[in-house]
């Protein structure tokens, strides 16, 4: 079982950039796939980010690829989520989660979730 604090979220301006970590405490966190998800007012919780076990394989939503880098620490047991040229529509929850070993995109197939932290962006 793994557990999973988000940081790092704030208010930015259209353009900008910022960084979210999750630190992850238990054991086996490199035994874990992981992805970052984000939840907007009235909206759905949509993928954003996924990353493999040894963070060689990523996979990003459409709306994000070539903005966004995620990567992973295994040493740290922390997943980091980069977002650059950051936009109005990024605004949202951002969670990280969790899934034994197999990569995925949706939000189903994650057994475990962080409590979220929030982005602002402004026009």
């Known amino acids: 079982q793994v557990q999973l604090e988000e940081s790092g979220g704030g208010s930015v301006q259209a353009g900008g950039s910022l960084r979210l970590s999750c630190a992850a405490s238990?054991?086996?966190?490199?035994?874990?796939?992981l992805g970052w998800f984000r939840q907007a007012p009235g909206k759905e919780r949509e993928f954003v980010a996924a990353?493999?076990?040894?963070?060689?394989?990523?996979y990003y939503a459409d709306s994000v690829k070539g903005r966004f880098t995620i990567s992973r620490d295994n040493a740290k047991n922390t997943v980091y989520l980069q977002m650059n040229s950051l936009k109005p529509e990024d605004t949202a929850v951002y969670y990280c989660?969790?899934?034994?070993?197999?990569?995925?995109?949706?939000?189903?197939?994650?057994?475990?979730w962080g409590q979220g932290t929030q982005v602002t962006v402004s026009s």
């Open positions: 990353i493999s076990l040894s963070g060689g394989m990523t």
């Open positions: 238990g054991r086996g966190f490199s035994t874990y796939a």
């Open positions: 989660a969790a899934r034994w070993r197999i990569l995925a995109t949706t939000s189903y197939e994650y057994d475990y």
